[in-house]
């Protein structure tokens, strides 16, 4: 469509935004993370939920979260998608049971696709089962006051990330 429109010399600004909101947002879960766990702690283990590309398919084509997990290839990566099993990712990721499975022990917790049910999880459950405190939510499936009474800090999509007093 770019080069298209610059063989006609017509504009294309519109197709240009649209093009650079959609890498901002396919890297925005892995740049946060590397922010706020990553620079401290490269090898951390990070619980990951939804392996589809959007919820209510099994379809992993174009997903972000296989970007996302190809980017930690430093760190111990569960997962966990109520569909798509784990083996799709390869050996180099754990399979969980559960949403709050895939939870145990992670220094971080990234929700990539909005499985509704992933609404329902408790932020309380979250926290007593992550040996870390931070929960990245692009799609805002969990609710920042919650996050954040539990005593997690959380980041979400077009607003600050929130961090828990302490």
């Known amino acids: 469509m ?7 010399g017509t504009d294309a600004s519109p197709v240009s935004v649209w093009l650079r909101n959609s890498r901002h947002r396919k890297n925005w879960p892995f740049k946060t ?20 590309y959007k919820e209510n398919t099994h379809s992993t084509k174009n997903s972000p ?20 099993p784990a083996t799709v990712v390869g050996d180099h990721v754990i ?5 709050l499975d895939a939870v145990n022990g992670a ?15 408790r932020p309380t459950d979250i926290k007593s089962r992550m040996k870390g405190r931070v929960v990245i939510d692009p799609h805002r499936m969990l609710d920042a006051g919650e996050v954040e009474a539990a005593g997690l800090d ?3 999509l077009g607003m600050p990330p929130v961090t828990a007093k302490r």
Not at 33 to 52: C, D, F, H, Q, T
Request: one cysteine or more; aromatic letters at 6%.
């Open 2 to 8: 770019l080069c298209l429109s610059e063989s006609h």
């Open 33 to 52: 993370l590397e922010r706020m766990v990553l620079k401290g702690n490269p090898e951390a283990s990070i619980a990951v939920l939804g392996l589809a």
């Open 65 to 84: 979260a296989l970007v996302l997990i190809e980017q930690l290839s430093a760190c111990k990566v569960t997962v966990y998608d109520p569909i798509v």
């Open 95 to 99: 399979g969980a049971a559960s949403a």
């Open 107 to 121: 220094e971080a917790l990234v929700i990539i696709t909005p499985w509704p049910e992933f609404k329902k999880i």
């Open 154 to 156: 959380y980041a979400t």
